[in-house]
């Protein structure tokens, strides 16, 4: 998904790329649109420092949740608009700050639902 975060640009593959991992695929297709508008792209994303499962729940029927806390370095983020870098809403207040990445089964299929930053503390060591 960074390469398409940092094209900025709608293509077909990318909807197709949306459509298979994430839940609410046609928000992310309109929100690529809209970036792709307004001349956004993320030339460098947020860097993962360490990942953990938060909550794994598994039915027996297969379907499940899963929560991720991940460790987020934000420090080198590099965000361009129109391409003069820009630094409005790019970084949460703590540049090294903890994420929750939620993903369920749809289809036999992990998905992706929402990543909530959680910045009230660093998780920098």
Do not use: F, N
């Not at 297969?62 to 370095?73: E, I, K």
Request: aromatic share 6%.
């Amino acid at each position: 998904m960074e390469s398409i975060d940092a094209a900025g640009k709608y293509t077909p593959e990318a909807e197709d790329l949306y459509r298979e991992y994430i839940v609410t695929w046609q928000t992310s297709v309109i929100q690529l649109r809209d970036a792709e508008k307004a001349g956004v792209r993320v030339e460098v994303p947020p860097e993962p420092i360490w990942t953990i499962a938060d909550s794994v729940e598994i039915k027996a029927d297969g379907s499940g949740t899963v929560v991720l806390r991940q460790c987020t370095d934000y420090s080198k983020v590099r965000v361009t608009k129109d391409g003069t870098v820009t630094e409005e809403g790019v970084k949460p207040e703590h540049v090294v700050t903890p994420i929750l990445i939620r993903m369920v089964t749809l289809d036999g299929k992990w998905k992706y639902v929402e990543t909530t930053i959680e910045d009230e503390s660093t998780c920098a060591a």
